[in-house]
């Protein structure tokens, strides 16, 4: 059972940074890509940047340039390297892990394990 656990979410200001952590369970190995979803009230969950094991990243477009994606396989740790942030990026977001099929990496169907979301707003 992959369990999941993000931390670092919190209000900051328009141009700010934050880093979101997501603590995995040693279970990952049964997975082959984790990510950060996100989602605003009244909206649908929306993937933001995912990393396969073999290190391949892939962001939304309206995150490149400003976020990065990155594991610590020794800490079992995902992060979430927020910058230039806007308040548009206000959201729950949520950390999660699964063996999605090939080029559905970003489907939030695809993914079994989640954790239970930790909030970052962004005021103007």
């Known amino acids: 059972q992959v369990q999941l656990v993000e931390s670092g979410g919190c209000s900051v200001q328009a141009g700010g940074s934050l880093r979101l952590s997501c603590a995995a369970s040693?279970?990952?190995?049964?997975?082959?890509?984790m990510g950060w979803f996100r989602q605003a009230p009244g909206k649908e969950r929306e993937g933001v940047a995912f990393?396969?094991?073999?290190?391949?990243?892939n962001y939304a477009d309206s995150v490149k340039g400003r976020f990065t994606i990155a594991k610590d396989s020794f800490k079992n740790t995902l992060y979430l390297q927020m910058n230039s942030l806007k308040p548009e990026d206000t959201a729950m977001y949520y950390c999660?892990?699964?063996?999605?099929?090939?080029?559905?990496?970003?489907?939030?169907?695809?993914?079994?394990?989640w954790g239970q979301g930790t909030q970052v707003t962004v005021s103007s």
């Open positions: 990393i396969a094991n073999d290190g391949t990243t």
């Open positions: 999660a892990a699964d063996r999605p099929p090939p080029g559905s990496y970003g489907a939030a169907l695809e993914y079994s394990y």
């Open positions: 040693a279970y990952t190995y049964s997975t082959s890509c």
